[in-house]
């Protein structure tokens, strides 16, 4: 299947600063990229769409300001979470989907697990 | 708007043996997409199995199977010959045809006991 990556793979940082998460897709081009947010024993809730070269889509409760979707190229969508605060503390995942394929299927990235002290 | 239930927040298994987890789903679409995605401990999410609603024939891969009953809205994933490794979370997805995104189950933690 299609390899999608994320980095960094973890990051702990202090209240009040921002962070950076970066999704590639390795081996082809993804149009929409999907950035997802779990806790700990939950189901996956997703957070916006990242469409390439125009502005992402956001859930209803998701704020466009704090949580920054960007993607500016057809293997890259970022997500900042800025002036990060200790409830945004999470385990965030990006997929993708692959264009041109029927079943309309989206690969996931390993995760990326965020701690704000 | 489409709604994903799972009803068995775990289940075991001993290993060897044959396990069906249950999901059901709510829509008004005649056509869509159905997936099962499992997440082991390193919380990669894994596609296991989907299948179009349009096709009647239930989706194989391997000793992973689905039962697809489309007038029930059920869509069971059984799995056959269990193995350690196949203790993970596992969550039941839907999919419009014409939409983008994914609806996820709330997910039933599998464990595989030797």
């Known amino acids: 299947?299609?390899?999608?990556?994320?980095?960094?793979?973890?990051?702990?940082?202090?209240?009040?600063?921002?962070?950076?998460?970066?999704?590639?897709?390795?081996?082809?081009?993804?149009?929409?990229?999907?950035?997802?947010?779990?806790?700990?024993?939950?189901?996956?809730?997703?957070?916006?769409?990242?469409?390439?070269?125009?502005?992402?889509?956001?859930?209803?409760?998701?704020?466009?300001?704090?949580?920054?979707?960007?993607?500016?190229?057809?293997?890259?969508?970022?997500?900042?979470?800025?002036?990060?605060?200790?409830?945004?503390?999470?385990?965030?995942?990006c997929s993708a989907r692959v264009p041109g394929l029927v079943q309309e299927t989206q690969y996931f990235g390993p995760g990326t697990r965020l701690l704000v002290l | 708007a489409q709604t994903v239930t799972q009803s068995q927040p775990e289940m075991s298994v001993q290993e060897a043996e044959t396990v069906t987890l249950s999901c059901t789903y709510d829509t008004s679409e005649s056509n869509y997409y159905l997936f099962w995605y499992k997440q082991p401990p390193s919380r990669q999410m894994i596609l296991v199995i989907r299948q179009e609603a349009y096709k009647q024939q239930n989706a194989t891969e391997n000793r992973f199977s689905v039962n697809f009953q489309k007038a029930a809205k059920s869509f069971s994933l059984k799995i056959s010959d269990s193995q350690l490794g196949d203790t993970a979370m596992y969550f039941c997805a839907f999919k419009e045809t014409s939409g983008s995104r994914l609806t996820f189950g709330e997910g039933t933690q599998l464990t595989v006991n030797p």
């Open chain 1, 1 to 93: 299947g299609a390899v999608v990556s994320q980095h960094p793979s973890r990051v702990i940082c202090k209240s009040g600063t921002s962070v950076k998460i970066e999704c590639r897709s390795l081996d082809f081009q993804a149009t929409t990229m999907f950035w997802y947010r779990q806790f700990p024993k939950q189901s996956l809730m997703l957070m916006a769409t990242s469409n390439e070269g125009s502005k992402a889509t956001y859930e209803q409760g998701v704020e466009k300001d704090k949580f920054l979707i960007n993607h500016a190229s057809l293997t890259l969508s970022t997500l900042t979470v800025t002036s990060a605060h200790p409830e945004d503390s999470s385990f965030y995942i």
